[in-house]
């Protein structure tokens, strides 16, 4: 039943819920499925006289022609023809009124000519980004759906805190008051302790940007969204934010090609916090956020342990360096792909292992001193004239701040006066000024190799490989839609996302007349 509603979710991104009958000869089941994850009742008896009754109501809810009633969000519709084409769409959002209480509603167009992005599983964050036109002045927007685990800093909240910041995307924006998962389910207070999280649905109108990163057609164009990226991530933390998910899909191609600042352009921070607003004690609490491919190599190791360190900023510009050697070994300098060999069997397989064979691997790469001739015969020709120093000099510095901050792991820090625990890192992550400086002086460097040597590859035309949703006919398009530019699926998909500040939920005396648990669900999209 899971496999079933993965497969509804994704044909029909705009399902809040998904719920189906299991009938055998004499018994059914109902099965319920979210973002929270499932829930199911215990069998009953289609033939006595309470079953049948429960029976045929389920039956008659199930063949509802009301939408709401079968889990769709009704803001977004389409026209469809008779034979089923959707030949146009909108999307419907409730923005609030300035300087009033009230709220109007704003109708965007639908771009049916492009896909919305989505994340594949039942259970997590359930993200869709539609690519929206308004037209009555045709400017192009990115309507964001995703489901927030309460107890979390609405994305809204992070993108007031830095509108108008070079090198971030920037919100037109938001709905309040939308669904919540505790709405769709019954019996909740019988649910038992850490089973059940609720997750409240945000919506987002933000500026439209180009592709994700991984889509380059040259190096110039990958490392100035790259160089700019890094400079906006330093102006975050000047800001007292972090990220907290950098990925391939998280940094964007600017729209303006030739305007610094602005030409690679970071997005998606649901998974941001605002340092100064939480202790670090809470931040540990949820560690394990972003994409596992490009964790570093503190977040591995200390990935099992009850007393990890809170992410910190360092964490992030490794996240960068992993990025980095994600597309030149993957990618020739014209985007395409390169050739396999042994760093790109290890990203392939190992990187995307489990935490400990992840740990591994990347810390042989990171730490084991590589001849430039090995280097040379992994890495694409057609990089070497501007990247291979670059890969050099980066590996060089984020080798040196891992075993800094690795030498300090398992240091027990008395606590202060007041009684918090200081910060482990704390000597490290002064030099933050610096540590951006050496980074983006490298990058810049290897920029300007790039306007002094003449272009070896004839331009090639852009080639999205993002997963996106696959095509609106047939499930069976999926499987032309899987990854091949680090896109976030089930072996990358980020750790547990939990509220840190969700109440635990004892179990209630009595019996509901539905058992709830929470179930990956063939696999869940962990935040």
């Known amino acids: 039943m899971a496999t079933y509603a993965r497969q509804i979710f994704i044909q029909q991104p705009n399902r809040m819920f998904v719920r189906c009958l299991i ?7 109902l099965f319920h499925f979210d973002r929270s994850g499932a829930q199911f009742t215990e069998s009953f008896d289609i033939h006595t006289h309470a079953g049948a009754t429960t ?3 389920l039956v008659l809810g199930l063949c509802s022609i009301n939408e709401q009633v079968l889990g769709f969000d009704t803001s977004v519709q389409w ?3 008779a034979d089923g084409v959707r030949t146009s769409g909108v999307v419907k959002t409730q923005v609030p009124v300035p300087d009033d209480q009230a709220v109007k509603t704003v109708e965007y167009d639908l771009v049916l000519t492009e896909v919305p992005f ?3 599983n039942i259970r997590g964050r359930g993200t869709v980004c539609w690519p929206v036109k308004d037209l009555s002045c045709g400017k192009r927007y990115l309507v964001k759906d995703y489901w927030m685990s309460e107890g979390r800093t609405p994305e809204y909240e992070l993108l007031q805190k830095i509108r108008d910041l070079p090198g971030v995307c920037q919100m037109v924006s938001y709905e309040l008051g939308r669904d919540e998962t505790k709405d769709f389910r019954g019996g909740i207070e019988f649910v038992l302790e850490g089973a059940f999280h609720n997750r409240k649905s945000i919506r987002i109108v933000m500026e439209y940007y180009g592709t994700p990163i991984d889509t380059f057609v040259s190096a110039k164009e990958m490392l100035s969204a790259l160089r700019d990226a ?5 102006k975050l933390l000047d800001k007292d934010l972090l990220h907290r998910d950098l990925s391939n899909t998280n940094i964007l191609l600017g729209p303006d090609p030739d305007k610094v600042g602005y030409r690679g352009i970071l997005i998606d921070f649901d998974m941001g916090v605002s340092i100064s607003d939480r202790r670090i004690s809470e931040i540990c609490k949820d560690f394990r956020t972003g994409t596992p491919i490009f964790y570093s190599l503190v977040m591995l190791r200390m990935f099992q342990k009850k007393e990890a360190p809170a992410h910190d900023y360092l964490d992030e510009l490794e996240a960068f360096f992993w990025i980095f050697c994600y597309l030149i070994f993957k990618f020739t300098a014209d985007g395409d792909d390169a050739p396999k060999n042994a760093i790109t069997d290890d990203i392939d397989k190992d990187w995307r292992a489990n935490p400990k064979n992840s740990y591994d691997a990347k810390f042989r790469f990171l730490h084991e001193e590589s001849s430039e001739a090995s280097v040379k015969a992994s890495l694409h020709e057609s990089w070497h004239p501007t990247c291979l120093d670059l890969f050099i000099h980066l590996k060089a510095k984020m080798s040196e701040l891992a075993r800094q901050r690795e030498k300090r792991l398992d240091e027990k820090m008395d606590p202060l006066p007041d009684g918090t625990i200081p910060n ?3 000597s490290i992550l002064e030099h933050g000024k610096k540590n951006y400086a050496h980074i983006l002086s490298l990058i810049d460097a290897a920029l ?6 003449p272009q070896k590859l004839p331009p090639r035309a852009r080639r999205l490989r993002t997963l996106t949703l696959p095509g609106w006919q047939s499930v069976l398009a999926l499987k032309s839609a899987s990854t091949r530019r680090g896109s976030k699926r089930r072996t990358q ?3 547990e996302e939990e509220s840190p500040t969700k109440p635990k939920r004892k179990r209630a005396k009595g019996r509901s007349q539905l058992s709830q648990t929470v179930t990956n669900a063939t696999d869940a999209d962990q935040d």
């Open 23 to 29: 009938v055998t000869e004499k018994r059914a089941r």
């Open 55 to 57: 029976f045929v109501r």
């Open 79 to 81: 026209t469809v023809r």
């Open 118 to 120: 989505f994340r594949s």
């Open 230 to 234: 890094v400079a906006a991530h330093e």
């Open 424 to 426: 482990r890192f704390a």
């Open 448 to 453: 300007e190799k790039v306007e002094s040597q």
């Open 493 to 495: 998909e980020t750790a």
